[in-house]
């Protein structure tokens, strides 16, 4: 199983998460490409700092939104779309290559990973840009969504990602940030949450009933409350239960 992290989202003076130490507990680390959150020095850093402690690094490629975190959907035609995931994912090319390491993935990143889940046109428009890049870039999609097997139809390496600190819907979708119970905090239900998708393969919905999720990377938010508290229990738990941790690329 991975474990996976959105990372380099300080700018200037805002100080967002514990890079430095999320880094010693994940396998891949999304990292911010400056349209909802990051400047090219804390991108930089970040991207050294994984390099120096062996974490896989992905694009985590969003709309251009830094006032609302690209949390804010927004209609954006597809040459516009398309340009700025090339120029996203370039730019982070471009650091990692200076920081001596490589772009391997892409993640999508709030409204834009929602959006496309479900949005075959904005969709298509993600997909286009990485095949423009690297057709070798593999794409981290929601588990369950129509978006996997688009991707998959138009060749990419494609891998199901559920998230450890988010409420799933009875129809294995995330609960919306705008609803409560929407962000989880307790670290015990947490753990027993993913050692149970491990295990079994499902959740527990936010109605009680029982949803099946299928996914080989789980995500805890950098920016969340408690995020290295939540992230370091997990993988505490999942080596006492000998379940390896490694990234889905090389």
């Known amino acids: 199983m991975d474990l996976n992290s959105d990372l380099g989202e300080s700018f200037g003076a805002w100080s967002m998460g514990d890079d430095a130490a999320m880094l010693d507990i994940v396998s891949s680390a999304n990292v911010a490409c400056g349209f909802h959150a990051g400047d090219p020095a804390g991108i930089l850093k970040t991207l050294k700092e994984a390099k120096a402690r062996n974490v896989v690094v992905g694009a985590h490629i969003a709309y251009p939104d830094l006032v609302g975190f690209g949390r804010r959907n927004m209609d ?132 009680g009933s029982t949803v099946r999720i299928e996914a080989d990377s789980i995500c805890v938010h950098g920016d969340s409350p408690g995020a290295v508290s939540i992230a370091r229990n997990l993988r505490q738990r999942f080596e006492q239960e000998q379940i390896q941790l490694t990234s889905f690329v090389k």
Request: glycine content about 8%; some cysteine; charged content about 20%.
């Open 76 to 207: 954006i035609g597809s040459s516009d779309l398309i340009a700025s995931c090339i120029y996203q994912i370039g730019a982070l090319q471009g650091l990692a290559q200076a920081a001596g390491t490589t772009v391997k993935y892409v993640k999508p990143h709030g409204a834009l990973y929602n959006k496309i889940a479900q949005d075959k046109r904005q969709a298509s428009d993600v997909i286009t840009a990485m095949l423009a890049l690297d057709k070798n870039l593999t794409l981290l999609a929601l588990a369950g969504s129509p978006l996997i097997q688009w991707a998959r139809d138009a060749g990419l390496n494609v891998v199901a990602e559920a998230f450890a600190d988010r409420a799933y819907t009875p129809q294995g979708e995330l609960v919306s940030r705008t609803l409560p119970g929407a962000v989880l905090h307790d670290e015990a239900l947490i753990t027993e949450r993913m050692l149970n998708l491990v295990r079994e393969g499902t959740l527990q919905a936010i109605d």
